[in-house]
């Protein structure tokens, strides 16, 4: 028997010195290979394709429409819930993640695709056509950082879209060659910080004139390395979603950033934080519901992570819908609340619970999922929803 451990041990020392051999060969890809399926693909740099897509599925209502948009948009929408989102036909009913995701954004974007469609196909011109903005000839990534400012309250820094205690604000200065050409408004952006998790979102967003210059990626780079760490989920846009994917998956990257791509979360390390990053990660992956398949981790993580990783890896399970009843079981008598994950026992779909609140004398919940279906409903159809996920 201790010939056998022996040997095993051998074996286990020889394939982790091999994998530090390729690494300092260059021969281990730093970098995470984005799966087609990824909630991140849902950027602006996809769209085209995305909409390629929902061109075929529509080519016969398109030929049947003879060229009259009215007739073409009626076959797709039947008519708007509740809430404005288009109810689409029933042979469109199903789960095209491109359909969901435009659809839930509300009937004037998705009017707006339709027409797009529909006027590409019949070769007809806009006659609209949004004035170009000129870009600026100058170099914005020279910028600086200042802050924060931290909310003292839930109120203080509303202004900044931070409803959060201890939420932070970090202002972005543009150099002095840009902010010359600038308006006023337009000289300075910021970034917010959530209190928990190091979750960043940029309201504000990149300057018109400003855009095409990687400066949007350019600024979480360095949210990165100010803060050791970030992380986001599929609420994002579709802008910042093509950041991450930019930062996660490209090589020029790869020697300053490390990271952790799940079902509908990402985490971001910069590769030399003297944070504690065993600690950072597994509290970050003990409130997430996610699949093995979705969960694709940079090796220089997982090697720092090792048996963290391994063990939280290994108790994942191939495919989560398989034990469903289980989980309804063990979450019994409980009723949703924001950050459940929860099953519609109508349809049998997972969803994330976001919340409850009261619009107009009326309760109402709200859930979405990876494939951006987005579910507002009147809080009395809450009890057809069970939680098999709790933090």
């Known amino acids: ?28 890809k730093e970098t995470i290979d984005v799966p087609s399926d990824s909630y991140l693909t849902m950027n602006i740099k996809n769209f085209p394709s995305y909409k390629r897509e929902v061109t075929n599925m529509l080519k016969d209502k398109l030929m049947t ?110 150099p002095e060659e840009c902010a010359t050409e600038l308006e006023l408004q337009d000289r300075t952006t910021y970034v917010t910080v959530e ?27 360095a949210m990165i390395k100010k803060l050791g760490y970030v992380t986001s989920s599929m609420g994002n846009t579709a802008e910042i979603k093509m950041v991450y994917a930019d930062l996660i998956s490209n090589p020029k990257y790869e020697k300053e950033l ?34 093995k398949k979705s969960v694709k981790v940079s090796p220089a993580l997982k090697e720092i992570l090792g048996d963290d990783f391994t063990n939280w890896f290994n108790s994942l399970e191939e495919q989560p819908e398989q034990s469903i009843e289980d989980k309804i079981q063990k979450y019994e008598g409980l009723e949703p609340k924001g950050g459940d994950t929860v099953v519609d026992t109508t349809t049998g779909k997972i969803y994330s619970f976001n919340g409850e609140w009261e619009d107009k004398g009326k309760k109402q919940i709200h859930l979405s999922n990876e494939k951006f279906e987005s579910l507002l409903l009147s809080a009395d159809e809450k009890s057809r929803f069970k939680v098999i996920y709790r933090k």
């Open 195 to 221: 209190p928990v998790e190091n979750r960043i979102h940029f309201p504000k967003g990149v300057p018109e004139k400003l855009r095409g210059k990687k400066l949007g990626t350019l600024i979480y780079m």
């Open 65 to 174: 429409s003879d060229g009259d948009f009215v007739k073409f948009k009626n076959s797709v929408i039947t008519g708007l819930d509740q809430n404005k989102v288009s109810i689409l036909s029933q042979e469109l009913q199903q789960d095209n993640r491109y359909l969901n995701y435009m659809t839930s954004m509300g009937y004037k974007k998705f009017n707006s695709l339709l027409y797009d469609i529909f006027s590409d196909f019949y070769g007809q011109k806009q006659t609209k056509e949004k004035p170009q903005t000129q870009v600026l000839n100058c170099d914005p990534s020279n910028f600086k950082i200042l802050g924060p400012l931290v909310a003292k309250d839930d109120k203080s820094l509303m202004s900044y879209w931070v409803s959060q205690q201890g939420g932070k604000v970090y202002k972005i200065v543009f």
């Open 1 to 28: 028997m201790p010939i056998v451990k022996n040997r095993i041990f051998i074996k286990m020392n020889l394939q982790e010195n091999i994998q530090r051999i390729r690494q300092m060969m260059g021969l281990i």
């Open 258 to 291: 490390m990271s952790l791509l799940l079902q509908k979360q990402v985490l971001v390390f910069d590769r030399n934080t003297d944070l504690d990053v065993k600690q950072i990660f597994n509290d970050f992956v003990s409130n997430k519901f996610t699949d």
